[in-house]
């Protein structure tokens, strides 16, 4: 697997999570699926700042960004502002890292998780939970790959949500790191 | 008696000989090769024998993204083994030796500071990502990024790199390896579980095993339609109702012996051909009802047409050993083996057979004199050369499959067409060879792709000119690289020597490189040392519209846009399945209508022997040439071609339409002879007549042709009495 597919692959394994909180609120506790299906129910576009707090075994140091995530259905956006400024695009047709681009049709993963978008775009739950296994405690979602799935590098995962059922924080634990992302000035238009 | 016990005894012993040994081949179609052995084996190589062949293709509905739990568990269950489809995705180590093969600016840009800093903001940007982490062992790796670049120019290049598990339209395909050997009874029970989830499947197996099925149920139909028939004909023609026993008592040790000859020279056969022993109750019937008149010593002559009958028909079969078709081989045994079965069972039973008599009709004839028979066989002649059609055989003549199955055939074609990017060909190239211009002066044509990675393949100049940059600047430059990282808190471990054992790469290295990356074979070894490297037409493109001299056709030579060095020609042959295997079958038809040809002097020469008159042989042998004009003109009429299944029905027809004139003439046209001659033509068009119930192709194309040719002799031989003396047809 070459580097760009492994890191698009993981970037759009972050933003799926982010939706998937969203939807995977399908047991008991605070969160209500049918609430969380009708809240994104024709969404047109979503718009929020993302404050990313990543760690890993070859990170000197807790590494902070700030990202703006856009997303419309069948793109998203993932532009990082701070400290750096670089712009990750990730599409059905693949992933856009400036002059680099990786059709899906090369990773399996990568496929798996465009075709998880997909149905993510669709606010398609049923088409989610072939990939994960989802838990609800309290205005927290867990989130664990099941062992077949393409994505069982993912340790597992955390959303958090608010009241208002817009997304608070993702925590994602991979293999080999960590991030921590908090959303803030989130827009939906539908 | 004692000798009627010894017949009796070896009959069963054969026949528990050929149950114990008989095996049924899997697929006549891939069981077909090549004349050419080096274009048999380049195919073979093509067609991924190791991919394809032995395994199964099972696609979930639409959207789902595995199979039903039910169904994995009968796969499980029936001993198939879930398998990738072919190679892991490139691995970094593979792809980075074709670094070596990227244009030098790009390795320069990659060198230069600006490049460097540009890969460091991209190690940066993909390591911030969540589980951007895995980005540092490839960064190892390849420190300067050349991989995306590899990736983009060889993998994504390499035909079938994008698995058939993997499509673009994101519903997966499932791999299993099948069981072996195969199992009929297991391979029904996993075809209807697969029915039954409403999956799309394809594979050898599911190919044999709906060949089997059809065949399996036009033999039943076939015999059960025959048998009665055949003992309605004998109600009315025989006497005496008893001797039905006698003929199926011969008929059972006809089989037996056929199958025991089959058996004894082919270690499988073909369901076709096993299917093909339905009909042999035709010709038994043919052999008792004319031998069993001879121990009445009527005449010389009508011995005459016993001998030439029988003789004919041997011949016939004779002359389809010869042929390289395993399927029309073991036709020719079986048919031998059954016809010495019945003839050695005629033969103890003889004082039965000599009781045996015949109800005797009376029909008004119409004489045909030579010059009335002379003018029409001149017209027929003329026919026959003007309404020759063109000799082809298609391979879809040879399948018999259910429209579900043709529609996944027709699925998967189009799916790997997706992948493949159009239809395979392979192409000569020597291995001192540039291969990338030997590519792009075809491509320029329109002939093949330019997206192959044989279009990158670099020079031996520019490879060592990339190589001396890499060895003199590329572990200073990681150096830096790792540095200006650690600056901003990323510590990737990087090797500087990565790049310092590269190496230029000549065509067999760099075909070694593409195998390890490639789940389909992508190149094959010519016997001169050279290499056959696999490219892609474009179905669409004007390379699909072959020009004359360029002609793709399996085992033809092209003359392409550059000769070989040396001024050899260089060879290019089309892979496509199809086209192979019709080209092969087309090879057998003309064959095979060389060896009805010496059949035919063979019969001609033995009728010679026996009648010593041109126009006595002209008239048994008109028959046989009014039934190939007529079916040319059906042929001609329905836009079919003149194909290996028409071949044989043409060798039966001589085999059984012959006898019919034969016997007449020989016995002056006498009306006991004349009644035999119409029972066993009424036999004959039972025994292939009931083909046309058949499902499978080859037994429909060969009842309807052997109907219509015996169904014409017959007519002709009870209908047209020969008179040498009389210059016009008149009644008689």
Redesign the interface.
Known sequence: MTPLRTLAMKAACAFVSTLASSLAQAKSGSLDLEKIRQHYAGLTHLRADVEQTRSGKHLLKPFVSEIKLDYTPGSITWRYVKPFEQTVKISPQGFDMGDRKLPPGHSERLRSLTAMLEALFRMDLDAMKKDFTVKVEGNTVHATPLPSSPLAFVRGMQFEFAPSLAIVSVVINTETDSAVMKFSNIRLDK | MKLAAAFVLLTALALAYAQRSLRMENDLVSSLKAKDPEFGQVFERAQSSGLFRGRIFVEPPA?A??LPAELSAALVQEGYKATAFGAA?P??VA?LPLAVHLPAVQIEDALSEKGLAARR??I?????????????D??SV?PL?F??RL?DRF??AIPG??SL????D?TPVFVFESPKPLDFDRVERIHGALQAAKVRFIGEDFFAYENYATIQRDILVCALLALPLNVFLYFVFIRNRRFLLFTLAGNVVSYAWGLFAGAVFFPAFFGVALAFTTTFLSFNNEYLVHLSGTHEGKSKGRFLGVLSAIGTTFLGFVALLFGSSDLVRQIAVLSLGGMAGFLAFLWVFRRVMARITFRTFRWRMVSLGPRTLGAATLVCAALFVVALPTVATHVSAFRSFTPELEGNIAHFTARAQGLSGGLPMALEVDASENVSSVVAAIAAQGDVRAQTPWAFFASNDVQRENVVLLQTRAAAAVTSLRESL?KL????PMNPGAYGVLGVQDLPAFCTTLESLSPLPVCAKTKEGGFFIFLTRDAKGKASAVAPGQALAPNSPLISSAPLPGGATRRAWSLEAERYYDSILTGFSRELAALFAAGLVAMIAYLWTLHRALGKIVYILFPVLLSAVAVFLWLRATGGSLNIIHMLAFSLVISVGLDYSSIALSSRYQEDDMSRVLLTGLSTLAGFGVLAAARHPVLRDLGMVVCLGAGLSLAFAVVFRYSPASSEARPS
């Open positions: 959207g993204r595995s995705n691995s970094p792809l903001d991209d940066l940007a993909g390591m911030m990502l969540p589980g951007g982490e895995a980005l540092a490839l960064a390849d990024g991989l995306p990736a993998a994504q790199s994008a598990a993997a499509p673009a994101t650690v808190g990323i510590d990737v």
